[in-house]
């Protein structure tokens, strides 16, 4: 599974960018979790998005980033929200049910639309096998929009489809936006870790989520890692960066509203 980081009012520095980086060759740090989903390395592609006066910025690379990165420190430090993902692809195999599409640009995070951006950690089991029923979910002119082969493409542009062209400003109808989105693709998938990042000009949402069958397993399965930090600015991500985080609980939302910096948590209803 991938790593990523939601950033939020912190002014990230090049020790920090270099400390995030590193983590791609290393095996997860997950306090308070002990989780098999949770492995690496990740070397499948890095990608960053910006937001400096509402309006994005996202580069992707394949290979290593860490020049161009620190080049950019500049733009970093003036951004209030930086999310990076570092990607990992499962390919089909003994220990993977999954495949995430090939290495390429095209599947590489964040995903962006207009004044969207989106990245996944983890993924719908079977993803190819459900695709023609996920596609009902998706409006025709945002499905014309879609350039990669993985499910977290997919997922963001059935979320988009959701919000409709009018931008919802109201957080409660944000979340029974989200829980329909889970829902859709509970109605098609019977298992799929969520742990997302949708982020528009006025808010962010971030999960940590998991929907399985419990009959197929012996013992109780967990979403993927995720901890918050709240003692400078914001920082939501997939391990901790700072001495101060906390494990995120099981099902749940985090909504960030940006125009009042005020974050809070929320469960997701099974």
Request: hydrophobic letters at 35%.
């Amino acid at each position: 599974m991938c790593r990523f980081f939601f950033i939020f009012h912190h002014v990230l520095t090049l020790n920090e960018i270099a400390h995030i980086l590193s983590k791609r060759t290393q095996k997860k740090d997950t306090p308070c979790l002990k989780n098999d989903r949770d492995d690496g390395p990740h070397n499948d592609g890095f990608g960053i998005a910006l937001q400096k006066n509402h309006r994005w910025k996202v580069k992707k690379w394949l290979k290593e980033p860490e020049k161009d990165l620190y080049g950019m420190m500049k733009e970093i430090e003036e951004s209030k929200i930086v999310i990076i993902h570092l990607r990992h692809n499962c390919h089909l195999g003994k220990k993977c049910k999954i495949s995430t599409g090939k290495k390429s640009v095209e599947n590489t995070h964040p995903f962006s639309y207009k004044d969207a951006v989106f990245a996944h950690n983890g993924s719908i089991v079977d993803f190819e096998k459900h695709k023609k029923h996920l596609r009902k979910f998706i409006a025709d002119d945002l499905f014309r929009n879609i350039r990669g082969e993985t499910d977290s493409e997919w997922i963001f542009f059935m979320f988009l489809t959701l919000l409709g062209k009018k931008e919802q400003q109201d957080m409660n109808q944000i979340h029974i936006l989200l829980e329909k989105w889970i829902q859709n693709i509970q109605s098609v998938c019977q298992e799929f870790t969520f742990n997302i990042i949708f982020s528009n000009k006025e808010f962010s949402v971030i999960t940590r989520y998991i929907h399985y069958d419990k009959t197929k397993y012996s013992k109780k399965q967990y979403p993927n890692s995720l901890y918050y930090d709240k003692s400078n600015g914001f920082i939501v991500s997939s391990e901790p960066i700072s001495t101060e985080h906390t494990l995120v609980p099981e099902n749940t939302a985090i909504y960030v509203k940006h125009s009042t910096q005020y974050a809070y948590l929320q469960s997701i209803n099974q």
